[in-house]
């Protein structure tokens, strides 16, 4: 096996696939990235079993600037070949194999020799075989992620807890996550997918991962399921992820369909709040902040304080306010994290009782977004 490429085309590449390679896997050749090498382009995989990324350098893109002296495969290690790529001198590198698999690596007068592996002992990589191709806007997807993962439990002893719920239905797309201490929900309606029906759970981690690969390059991205994986294509690269198995929980009955008090905020300005408090708030055993309502005079307060630094008192700016006298004690690093998903939004916050949960949505569409929390208890 023996070719040249551009080496800041290549990196590009490498840098994707080196996402799903993980030093702690009990498998060791998984610790390497597989490099095939064929007629018509270069493919690179790198996989920790729960989540494989596959990308294809093709030898007609003049980027790529690729030229096949033979062809052939090998498995290098991941973390040493990466960084001998991304140190070499010129624009363009060689690699070629030689017997033992034995690696040479050259460019200008640079040169490494690394050893490589056979590459028929990487496990394949799983099938997915369904013409059911949905297809969802880059950007999109990627809000929707970012808004949804936030709420995914870190805890293993729930592990269904740790993934997004995806559920695909007439047309419908909804991602719910939930750690039980809170709750984002996001619709949308997905052109084209009529006649799909799918419930699925993948892990939050998988998806935060494909996330950071979705840029302004990929303005679609295709999804696709079968029984025990999800693949996600993102132009020449391929992104697979396990789903965890199980029933996820009925999350609808947690949202309340009625509130006694509701107020409406900047997102940003209440965030900006929260931060304030949260700074005496985290230096304090529990790590609370208190919201106090007062309906009649039109106030609304937050509270914080450490036995040890002191207390902070701040009157907030809204828009609107309607309904009951209310005080409420919340984590406020759930609340930030609710807030940011809003970026620079109004929004409603509702509430029906002390000890119940609140939500937030935004006040232009109250029923494709919403961010749930549940108080805290300080008595």
Do not use: C, W
């Not at 493919?43 to 729960?50: N, P, Q, R, Y």
């Not at 494909?210 to 295709?222: A, Q, T």
């Not at 309904?323 to 406020?332: A, R, V």
């Amino acid at each position: 096996m023996e070719f040249t490429i551009n080496r800041s085309a290549f990196i590009k590449q490498l840098t994707d696939v080196q996402r799903a390679i993980s030093s702690k896997t009990t498998i060791p050749i998984l610790t390497g990235i597989k490099v095939v090498l064929t007629a018509s382009g270069l493919l690179l995989t790198g996989s920790d079993a729960d989540v494989s990324i596959e990308t294809f350098l093709s030898v007609e893109d003049e980027a790529n600037n690729l030229t096949i002296e033979s062809t052939g495969e090998i498995v290098l290690p991941a973390r040493f070949f990466s960084e001998i790529v991304k140190k070499l001198p010129q624009d363009t590198f060689s690699l070629t194999v030689t017997d033992g698999y034995q690696t040479e690596i050259t460019s200008g007068s640079a040169s490494f020799n690394i050893n490589g592996l056979d590459a028929n002992n990487y496990p394949h990589l799983p099938e997915i075989d369904t013409d059911d191709n949905l297809i969802f806007s880059g950007s999109i997807l990627k809000q929707i992620i970012s808004q949804t993962v936030i709420a995914v439990s870190n805890q293993e002893s729930r592990p269904i807890l740790t993934g997004v719920h995806f559920v695909i239905e007439n047309g419908e797309f909804l991602a719910v996550a939930t750690d039980s201490h809170r709750l984002s929900q996001r619709k949308i309606t997905l052109q084209g997918a009529n006649d799909s029906k799918y419930d699925v759970i993948i892990p939050g981690k998988s998806l935060v991962e494909l996330s950071r690969m979705i840029d302004d390059s990929n303005p679609d991205i295709e999804m696709r399921i079968s029984e025990n994986q999800v693949l996600f294509i993102l132009g020449n690269t391929s992104f697979y992820s396990r789903l965890l198995e199980g029933n996820y929980p009925d999350t609808s009955r947690l949202i309340p369909n009625e509130s006694a008090t509701g107020i409406e905020f900047s997102a940003p300005k209440l965030l900006s709040a929260i931060e304030r408090a949260s700074l005496l708030s985290h230096e304090s055993r529990n790590n609370v902040v208190k919201l106090a309502i007062n309906a009649a005079e039109q106030k609304v307060v937050i509270y914080s304080n450490s036995p040890d630094v002191g207390n902070v008192e701040e009157a907030l700016e809204f828009s609107n306010l309607s309904g009951n006298d209310l005080e409420i004690s919340f984590n406020p690093d759930y609340m930030k994290d609710a807030l940011r998903s809003f970026g620079q939004t109004e929004i409603k916050v509702a509430f029906t009782q002390p000890l119940r949960p609140f939500t937030l949505v935004p006040t232009e569409d109250t029923t494709q977004f919403i961010q749930l929390i549940t108080p805290v208890r300080t008595f």
